[in-house]
């Protein structure tokens, strides 16, 4: 069963902190993605990567960075975490052209 | 670039009545196209796909046909049930330039 897993299903963090989300892939994809979800708006994509220390901006990109040492693990930083970035960041994968695998999503509190 | 729109929710039907939820799409490629489901509290599923014009993708009573000429990839369901009731996300994959774009999501309420 393929599976795409993220680190955590529920964080709460302090406004300023360093944030950390982990996502991993068993797929061997070569694409990762990290969406945020919010009411109303959608998916919107903050990074993808097509490649190991690969990565391009998505539609918001600002306030995030991202990190792909290894094929299988891509993780999003929150460099300081703001109320503003309260939400669903969900991770996925693909292989070239083909459909995305979801994690289960991090829903992430900022207080 | 490539972008998705669909139509806007919420939608709210009676249990058996015909489902149709709008998606048209923007590519410079020759995208595949999906229909992605998220029922509440989970994460996003895929539900049907298509990788050419004129394929048909088809699961669980769902159907959406891919349509260059029109640029669209329209969900359909003939009966919908309570348990159809969730959030629905069209989209497309480019293997030109690795994206994976979605729309906004619409969200389905099917009343017994």
């Known amino acids: 069963d393929v599976k795409v897993t993220q680190s955590s299903r529920y964080l709460v963090k302090r406004t300023g902190e360093k944030v950390f989300l982990e996502c991993v892939q068993d797929?061997?994809?070569?694409?990762m993605f990290w969406y945020r979800q919010d009411p109303g708006l959608g998916l919107r994509l903050i990074y993808f990567?097509?490649?190991?220390?690969?990565?391009e901006k998505g539609d918001i990109p600002e306030g995030y960075s991202v990190s792909r040492e290894k094929k299988e693990r891509f993780s999003l930083i929150l460099e300081s975490a703001s109320t503003n970035q309260t939400s669903m960041y969900l991770c996925?994968?693909?292989?070239?052209?083909?459909?995305?695998?979801f994690g289960q999503g991090t829903r992430l509190t900022v207080v | 670039g490539n972008s998705v729109t669909q139509m806007e929710g919420p939608v709210t039907l009676s249990e058996e009545a015909f489902l149709t939820i709008n998606c048209t799409y923007t590519a410079t490629g020759y995208p595949s196209l999906f229909w992605y489901v998220q029922y509440p509290g989970e994460g996003l599923q895929l539900l049907l796909k298509a990788t050419k014009a004129d394929d048909k993708g088809s699961n669980k009573g769902f159907e959406a046909t891919y349509r260059k000429e029109t640029t669209s990839f329209h969900l359909e369901k003939g009966s919908v049930q309570v348990s159809d009731s969730a959030v629905y996300f069209c989209a497309l994959s480019d293997s030109n330039n690795n994206d994976m774009r979605f729309g906004a999501g619409t969200r389905l309420t099917v009343k017994p």
């Open positions: 996925a994968s693909n292989a070239l052209g083909r459909e995305a695998f």
């Open positions: 990567s097509y490649d190991v220390k690969m990565k």
């Open positions: 797929m061997d994809h070569e694409n």
